[in-house]
Protein backbone atom coordinates (compact mmCIF):
# COMPACT_ATOMS: atom_id res chain seq x y z
CA UNK A 1 0.00 0.00 0.00
CA UNK A 2 1.25 3.13 -0.98
CA UNK A 3 1.96 5.78 2.11
CA UNK A 4 0.03 9.02 2.72
CA UNK A 5 2.99 10.59 4.52
CA UNK A 6 2.66 14.40 3.33
CA UNK A 7 4.86 14.58 0.02
CA UNK A 8 8.70 16.03 1.07
CA UNK A 9 11.94 15.96 -1.10
CA UNK A 10 13.35 12.61 0.46
CA UNK A 11 10.61 10.88 0.06
CA UNK A 12 10.99 11.65 -4.08
CA UNK A 13 14.59 11.11 -4.04
CA UNK A 14 14.28 7.96 -2.60
CA UNK A 15 11.98 6.47 -4.89
CA UNK A 16 13.80 4.09 -7.61
CA UNK A 17 13.41 5.75 -10.93
CA UNK A 18 13.38 4.60 -14.46
CA UNK A 19 15.05 7.10 -17.60
CA UNK A 20 13.98 6.92 -21.04
CA UNK A 21 15.17 9.91 -22.70
CA UNK A 22 18.77 10.80 -21.68
CA UNK A 23 21.72 11.76 -24.48
CA UNK A 24 24.87 10.51 -23.73
CA UNK A 25 26.78 13.26 -25.61
CA UNK A 26 24.71 15.72 -23.98
CA UNK A 27 24.91 14.54 -20.38
CA UNK A 28 28.69 15.19 -20.16
CA UNK A 29 29.51 17.62 -17.28
CA UNK A 30 31.59 20.47 -16.75
CA UNK A 31 33.57 18.08 -14.78
CA UNK A 32 33.84 15.62 -17.14
CA UNK A 33 34.56 18.02 -19.93
CA UNK A 34 37.92 19.12 -17.81
CA UNK A 35 38.59 15.47 -17.29
CA UNK A 36 38.71 15.00 -21.36
CA UNK A 37 40.73 17.73 -21.44
CA UNK A 38 43.28 16.88 -19.23
CA UNK A 39 43.54 12.95 -20.53
CA UNK A 40 44.93 14.78 -23.82
CA UNK A 41 47.37 16.78 -22.11
CA UNK A 42 45.60 20.32 -22.64
CA UNK A 43 45.37 23.54 -20.59
CA UNK A 44 41.45 23.45 -21.40
CA UNK A 45 41.12 27.00 -21.88
CA UNK A 46 38.15 26.56 -24.42
CA UNK A 47 36.37 24.26 -22.54
CA UNK A 48 36.84 26.69 -19.53
CA UNK A 49 35.58 29.69 -21.54
CA UNK A 50 32.45 27.86 -23.03
CA UNK A 51 31.69 26.13 -19.48
CA UNK A 52 31.67 29.95 -18.32
CA UNK A 53 29.26 31.20 -20.81
CA UNK A 54 26.81 28.24 -20.52
CA UNK A 55 26.43 29.73 -17.04
CA UNK A 56 26.09 32.78 -17.35
CA UNK A 57 22.94 32.11 -19.80
CA UNK A 58 21.41 30.16 -17.41
CA UNK A 59 21.51 26.93 -19.83
CA UNK A 60 18.61 29.04 -21.91
CA UNK A 61 19.05 29.09 -25.38
CA UNK A 62 17.86 31.37 -28.19
CA UNK A 63 16.74 28.97 -30.43
CA UNK A 64 16.86 25.20 -31.16
CA UNK A 65 20.15 26.00 -33.57
CA UNK A 66 21.88 27.28 -30.98
CA UNK A 67 21.56 24.41 -28.80
CA UNK A 68 22.17 22.32 -31.72
CA UNK A 69 25.66 24.43 -31.53
CA UNK A 70 26.12 23.91 -27.99
CA UNK A 71 25.76 19.67 -28.54
CA UNK A 72 28.20 20.15 -31.29
CA UNK A 73 30.86 21.45 -29.06
CA UNK A 74 30.45 18.97 -26.81
CA UNK A 75 29.88 15.63 -29.51
CA UNK A 76 33.60 17.21 -30.73
CA UNK A 77 35.30 17.13 -27.77
CA UNK A 78 34.53 12.97 -27.73
CA UNK A 79 37.30 12.29 -29.78
CA UNK A 80 38.37 8.70 -29.42
CA UNK A 81 36.05 5.17 -28.10
CA UNK A 82 38.08 6.15 -24.78
CA UNK A 83 36.42 9.42 -24.42
CA UNK A 84 33.07 8.00 -24.86
CA UNK A 85 34.01 5.55 -22.46
CA UNK A 86 34.44 8.26 -19.77
CA UNK A 87 31.56 10.07 -20.33
CA UNK A 88 29.27 6.95 -20.02
CA UNK A 89 30.83 6.16 -16.34
CA UNK A 90 30.33 9.66 -15.29
CA UNK A 91 26.69 9.47 -16.77
CA UNK A 92 26.25 5.63 -15.04
CA UNK A 93 27.68 6.61 -11.83
CA UNK A 94 25.33 10.44 -11.54
CA UNK A 95 22.46 8.55 -12.84
CA UNK A 96 22.61 5.66 -10.34
CA UNK A 97 23.21 8.76 -7.45
CA UNK A 98 19.93 9.66 -8.28
CA UNK A 99 18.50 6.09 -7.02
CA UNK A 100 18.19 5.43 -11.07
CA UNK A 101 18.02 1.24 -11.92
CA UNK A 102 17.05 1.59 -15.10
CA UNK A 103 18.05 3.66 -18.05
CA UNK A 104 17.98 4.18 -22.18
CA UNK A 105 20.71 6.24 -23.10
CA UNK A 106 20.57 7.37 -26.30
CA UNK A 107 24.18 7.12 -28.40
CA UNK A 108 23.79 10.01 -31.27
CA UNK A 109 25.06 7.42 -33.60
CA UNK A 110 24.54 10.05 -36.32
CA UNK A 111 27.06 12.48 -35.06
CA UNK A 112 29.77 9.61 -34.81
CA UNK A 113 29.08 8.70 -38.07
CA UNK A 114 29.55 12.49 -38.98
CA UNK A 115 32.78 12.45 -37.17
CA UNK A 116 33.98 9.56 -39.22
CA UNK A 117 34.58 7.79 -35.85
CA UNK A 118 34.40 3.77 -35.49
CA UNK A 119 30.82 3.55 -34.27
CA UNK A 120 31.57 0.15 -33.37
CA UNK A 121 34.59 0.97 -31.32
CA UNK A 122 32.57 3.39 -29.81
CA UNK A 123 29.88 1.69 -28.97
CA UNK A 124 31.74 -1.40 -27.60
CA UNK A 125 33.59 1.39 -25.08
CA UNK A 126 30.00 2.97 -24.01
CA UNK A 127 28.47 -0.85 -23.83
CA UNK A 128 31.61 -1.64 -21.27
CA UNK A 129 30.68 1.30 -19.49
CA UNK A 130 27.29 0.25 -18.86
CA UNK A 131 28.23 -3.32 -18.17
CA UNK A 132 30.75 -2.08 -15.14
CA UNK A 133 28.05 0.13 -13.87
CA UNK A 134 25.62 -2.23 -13.87
CA UNK A 135 27.64 -4.77 -11.85
CA UNK A 136 29.37 -1.84 -9.57
CA UNK A 137 26.49 0.17 -9.11
CA UNK A 138 23.38 -1.94 -9.62
CA UNK A 139 22.27 0.42 -13.07
CA UNK A 140 20.61 -1.39 -15.74
CA UNK A 141 21.23 0.39 -19.28
CA UNK A 142 20.02 -0.29 -22.38
CA UNK A 143 20.89 1.70 -25.99
CA UNK A 144 18.94 3.81 -28.09
CA UNK A 145 21.02 4.72 -31.55
CA UNK A 146 19.72 8.10 -32.61
CA UNK A 147 19.62 9.22 -36.40
CA UNK A 148 19.73 13.21 -37.43
CA UNK A 149 16.63 13.86 -39.08
CA UNK A 150 18.18 16.77 -41.33
CA UNK A 151 21.18 14.70 -42.47
CA UNK A 152 18.35 12.32 -44.61
CA UNK A 153 17.24 9.07 -45.08
CA UNK A 154 20.32 7.18 -46.08
CA UNK A 155 22.01 8.57 -43.16
CA UNK A 156 19.48 7.37 -40.92
CA UNK A 157 19.62 3.53 -42.81
CA UNK A 158 23.21 3.66 -41.66
CA UNK A 159 22.45 3.92 -38.42
CA UNK A 160 19.58 1.33 -38.55
CA UNK A 161 21.85 -1.16 -39.91
CA UNK A 162 24.57 -0.30 -36.78
CA UNK A 163 21.82 -0.89 -34.52
CA UNK A 164 20.67 -4.09 -36.17
CA UNK A 165 24.05 -5.38 -35.40
CA UNK A 166 23.83 -4.68 -31.86
CA UNK A 167 20.72 -5.90 -30.64
CA UNK A 168 21.53 -8.47 -29.15
CA UNK A 169 24.33 -6.60 -27.52
CA UNK A 170 22.70 -3.85 -25.53
CA UNK A 171 20.84 -1.67 -28.24
CA UNK A 172 17.35 -1.98 -27.86
CA UNK A 173 16.00 1.22 -30.26
CA UNK A 174 16.18 3.44 -33.43
CA UNK A 175 15.53 6.55 -32.99
CA UNK A 176 15.43 10.02 -34.91
CA UNK A 177 16.61 13.69 -33.24
CA UNK A 178 16.99 17.07 -34.96
CA UNK A 179 15.37 19.17 -37.04
CA UNK A 180 12.01 18.53 -37.26
CA UNK A 181 11.22 20.96 -40.36
CA UNK A 182 14.15 19.80 -42.61
CA UNK A 183 13.49 16.14 -41.75
CA UNK A 184 9.71 15.37 -41.95
CA UNK A 185 8.99 12.17 -41.46
CA UNK A 186 7.30 10.89 -44.45
CA UNK A 187 11.13 10.75 -45.39
CA UNK A 188 12.13 7.93 -43.04
CA UNK A 189 8.92 5.48 -43.41
CA UNK A 190 11.28 2.77 -44.89
CA UNK A 191 14.09 3.32 -42.52
CA UNK A 192 11.23 2.37 -39.81
CA UNK A 193 10.37 -0.73 -41.69
CA UNK A 194 13.76 -1.83 -41.78
CA UNK A 195 14.10 -0.99 -38.26
CA UNK A 196 11.26 -3.59 -36.99
CA UNK A 197 12.59 -6.07 -39.36
CA UNK A 198 15.69 -5.99 -37.85
CA UNK A 199 13.65 -6.42 -34.40
CA UNK A 200 14.41 -2.97 -32.95
CA UNK A 201 12.20 -0.72 -30.83
CA UNK A 202 11.01 2.59 -32.64
CA UNK A 203 11.26 5.93 -31.17
CA UNK A 204 11.16 8.87 -33.00
CA UNK A 205 11.69 12.83 -31.62
CA UNK A 206 8.46 14.91 -32.37
CA UNK A 207 6.27 17.70 -31.39
CA UNK A 208 9.66 19.49 -29.84
CA UNK A 209 10.18 22.63 -31.97
CA UNK A 210 7.04 21.39 -34.84
CA UNK A 211 3.53 20.99 -34.66
CA UNK A 212 1.51 18.66 -33.53
CA UNK A 213 1.19 17.05 -37.02
CA UNK A 214 5.05 16.31 -36.26
CA UNK A 215 3.60 13.75 -33.60
CA UNK A 216 1.00 12.34 -35.64
CA UNK A 217 3.15 11.49 -38.68
CA UNK A 218 5.81 10.10 -36.44
CA UNK A 219 2.96 7.81 -34.86
CA UNK A 220 0.94 6.93 -38.40
CA UNK A 221 4.20 6.98 -40.55
CA UNK A 222 6.69 5.90 -38.53
CA UNK A 223 5.03 3.31 -35.93
CA UNK A 224 6.91 5.10 -33.16
CA UNK A 225 6.30 3.51 -29.96
CA UNK A 226 7.43 6.27 -27.98
CA UNK A 227 7.47 10.19 -28.48
CA UNK A 228 10.32 12.00 -27.40
CA UNK A 229 8.93 15.76 -26.38
CA UNK A 230 5.67 15.41 -28.02
CA UNK A 231 4.99 18.94 -26.14
CA UNK A 232 2.99 20.20 -29.48
CA UNK A 233 0.57 17.22 -28.47
CA UNK A 234 -0.75 19.48 -25.90
CA UNK A 235 -2.82 21.33 -28.72
CA UNK A 236 -4.56 18.98 -30.18
CA UNK A 237 -6.94 16.96 -27.87
CA UNK A 238 -7.69 14.32 -30.48
CA UNK A 239 -4.12 13.97 -30.64
CA UNK A 240 -3.92 13.47 -27.34
CA UNK A 241 -6.45 10.81 -27.29
CA UNK A 242 -4.97 8.78 -30.27
CA UNK A 243 -1.57 8.97 -27.75
CA UNK A 244 -3.45 7.51 -24.81
CA UNK A 245 -5.61 4.75 -26.96
CA UNK A 246 -2.93 3.43 -28.42
CA UNK A 247 -0.65 3.43 -25.53
CA UNK A 248 2.09 5.55 -27.00
CA UNK A 249 4.05 7.21 -24.42
CA UNK A 250 5.62 10.22 -24.44
CA UNK A 251 8.81 11.01 -22.71
CA UNK A 252 8.67 14.54 -21.36
CA UNK A 253 11.44 17.01 -20.62
CA UNK A 254 10.35 19.82 -19.30
CA UNK A 255 13.41 21.67 -17.61
CA UNK A 256 14.78 21.05 -21.83
CA UNK A 257 11.00 22.92 -23.02
CA UNK A 258 12.11 25.71 -20.87
CA UNK A 259 15.62 25.82 -21.74
CA UNK A 260 14.79 26.17 -25.24
CA UNK A 261 12.10 28.69 -24.89
CA UNK A 262 8.93 26.80 -25.98
CA UNK A 263 7.61 27.29 -22.80
CA UNK A 264 7.79 30.14 -20.95
CA UNK A 265 7.94 28.78 -17.37
CA UNK A 266 8.52 25.39 -15.76
CA UNK A 267 4.92 25.48 -14.40
CA UNK A 268 3.83 26.51 -17.65
CA UNK A 269 4.58 23.12 -18.77
CA UNK A 270 1.30 21.20 -19.92
CA UNK A 271 1.90 18.11 -17.70
CA UNK A 272 -1.59 18.41 -16.36
CA UNK A 273 -3.35 18.51 -20.09
CA UNK A 274 -1.31 15.22 -20.43
CA UNK A 275 -2.45 13.40 -17.40
CA UNK A 276 -6.08 14.30 -17.40
CA UNK A 277 -6.12 13.28 -21.28
CA UNK A 278 -4.98 9.42 -20.12
CA UNK A 279 -1.60 10.00 -21.65
CA UNK A 280 1.00 8.00 -20.39
CA UNK A 281 3.61 10.54 -19.28
CA UNK A 282 7.22 9.54 -18.11
CA UNK A 283 9.68 12.69 -16.68
CA UNK A 284 13.21 13.27 -17.95
CA UNK A 285 15.97 15.09 -18.66
CA UNK A 286 17.30 14.83 -22.01
CA UNK A 287 20.71 16.66 -22.12
CA UNK A 288 21.07 17.57 -18.27
CA UNK A 289 24.19 19.32 -18.33
CA UNK A 290 23.60 21.42 -21.32
CA UNK A 291 19.83 22.41 -19.41
CA UNK A 292 21.51 22.60 -16.11
CA UNK A 293 18.44 19.73 -14.98
CA UNK A 294 18.70 16.30 -13.64
CA UNK A 295 16.11 13.17 -13.32
CA UNK A 296 15.74 13.75 -9.55
CA UNK A 297 15.52 17.52 -10.52
CA UNK A 298 12.93 17.27 -12.80
CA UNK A 299 10.41 14.55 -10.56
CA UNK A 300 10.95 17.53 -7.62
CA UNK A 301 10.25 20.61 -9.75
CA UNK A 302 7.41 18.91 -10.91
CA UNK A 303 5.97 17.93 -7.60
CA UNK A 304 6.22 21.50 -6.50
CA UNK A 305 5.06 23.37 -9.69
CA UNK A 306 2.08 21.24 -10.09
CA UNK A 307 1.46 20.75 -6.86
CA UNK A 308 0.89 16.43 -7.34
CA UNK A 309 0.14 13.81 -4.67
CA UNK A 310 2.37 11.16 -3.62
CA UNK A 311 0.47 8.64 -5.76
CA UNK A 312 0.73 11.33 -8.66
CA UNK A 313 4.28 10.74 -8.21
CA UNK A 314 5.02 7.39 -7.77
CA UNK A 315 2.34 6.75 -10.77
CA UNK A 316 4.86 8.77 -12.96
CA UNK A 317 7.96 6.64 -11.43
CA UNK A 318 5.72 3.42 -12.78
CA UNK A 319 4.72 4.89 -16.00
CA UNK A 320 8.52 4.69 -16.96
CA UNK A 321 8.96 1.37 -16.30
CA UNK A 322 5.74 0.50 -17.95
CA UNK A 323 7.01 2.45 -21.17
CA UNK A 324 10.70 0.86 -20.84
CA UNK A 325 11.63 -1.62 -23.63
CA UNK A 326 11.98 -4.34 -21.12
CA UNK A 327 10.89 -8.36 -20.66
CA UNK A 328 7.76 -8.35 -18.68
CA UNK A 329 9.75 -9.78 -15.91
CA UNK A 330 12.03 -7.14 -15.41
CA UNK A 331 9.29 -4.83 -15.74
CA UNK A 332 7.64 -6.48 -12.57
CA UNK A 333 10.83 -6.13 -10.49
CA UNK A 334 11.02 -2.42 -11.28
CA UNK A 335 7.43 -1.74 -10.27
CA UNK A 336 7.86 -3.72 -7.00
CA UNK A 337 10.92 -1.75 -5.80
CA UNK A 338 8.98 1.45 -7.07
CA UNK A 339 5.89 0.49 -4.48
CA UNK A 340 7.75 -1.08 -1.80
CA UNK A 341 10.21 2.02 -1.41
CA UNK A 342 6.74 4.31 -1.84
CA UNK A 343 5.40 2.34 0.69
CA UNK A 344 8.16 3.36 3.81
Known amino acids: ?137 GLRVNW ?65 TAGPESVRQAVELLGAERIGHGLAAARSPKLSALLRDRQIPLEACPTSNVAMGLVPRFEDYPLHVFLEAGVLLTLNSDDPALFGSSIEREFLQAARSFGLSWQQVVQLCENAVRAAFLPAEEKQSLLAGIREAAAI
Open 144 to 208: IFDAVRQFGAEHARQVVRWAGRYNSQGVVAFGLGGDEERGPAELFRDVYREARDLGLHCVAHAGE
Open 1 to 137: MISNEPLADESVCRLPKVELHVHLEGSVQPETMRELSRMRGRVGRDVDKWIRQQQQRGYHYASFMEFVEAFKFVAVLLERPQDYGVAAARLMEWLAAQNVKYAEVTLSAGVVLWKRQPLDAVYEAVREASLEAEARL
